[in-house]
């Protein structure tokens, strides 16, 4: 049995995110665990466009800003976190969109069942879990078997952006990131934070705490 990158969590429903799921999901949802071989990225937003996999994307509101903003790639959001599932379904619905499907699961399953090598244009993965503890370094999501699954479904040229205000972590992912052999960096070591990942509420409390956010974009050869 593979060792999850997340903890689950459920939370506590609004009455406008019960709401969101009971009417929403069966439109712009997926269950990772329900899926049987590769996912029909054409299919599943009724057109053929470069594709993000924007993994733990929690509330939704940095995915939402992003695909409103970016109109021409559609965006397949991951997520275990029910409050954040509905709470975009719900974002989806007021802003519009019409290119995010949410899946509910294991990103790493997803990718590795699920999705097809090459098929990916980005893979974003902002504030992922650091499991700051020694004994539960395994379960991070930037680590290398993990690292070359994301990668290998990404095209050349694609982009692995991966964000964390854990400045231990940040440099555990600098130096995975780069000794990846088909991933590489443009920058010198960590990048500017691109225009178009948004501050979030999550960012600015870390910034109040004196964590800055540490960015990396690695490029597929």
């Excluded at 466009?49 to 109109?71: C, K, S």
């Excluded at 379960?139 to 991966?162: E, F, M, N, T, Y």
């Excluded at 705490?209 to 690695?218: E, F, H, Q, V």
Aim: with cysteine; charged share 25%.
């Amino acid at each position: 049995m593979s060792i999850r990158t997340f903890h689950p969590r459920r939370g506590r429903l609004s009455g406008r995110h019960h709401d969101a799921l009971d009417r929403l999901h069966a439109v712009h949802g997926l269950v990772v665990a329900d899926l049987v071989g590769p996912l029909d990225l054409v299919a599943s937003f009724g057109r053929s466009a470069p594709v993000v996999l924007d993994i733990g994307f929690g509330m939704g509101d940095a995915t939402a800003t992003m695909a409103a903003a970016d109109p021409g790639r559609d965006y397949l959001a991951v997520e275990v976190h029910t409050p954040g599932i509905a709470n975009l379904l719900a974002l989806i619905e007021r802003d519009g969109l019409t290119n995010v499907r949410v899946a509910t699961g294991d990103a790493l399953d997803l990718a590795r069942r699920c999705l097809s090598e090459n098929s990916l244009d980005a893979v974003y993965a902002f504030f992922p879990d650091p499991w700051p503890k020694t004994r539960h370094h395994k379960r991070r999501l930037i680590q290398p078997d993990h690292v070359a699954l994301l990668r290998s479904r990404l095209r050349r040229g694609g982009r692995l952006h991966c964000t964390t205000d854990w400045a231990p972590y940040a440099e555990v992912m600098l130096t995975t990131l780069q000794a990846d052999p088909e991933l590489v960096n443009p920058h010198d070591g960590f990048a500017p934070r691109p225009a178009y990942r948004p501050e979030t509420k999550f960012e600015r409390r870390g910034l109040r705490a004196g964590r800055p956010a540490y960015d990396l974009i690695l490029v597929r050869r």
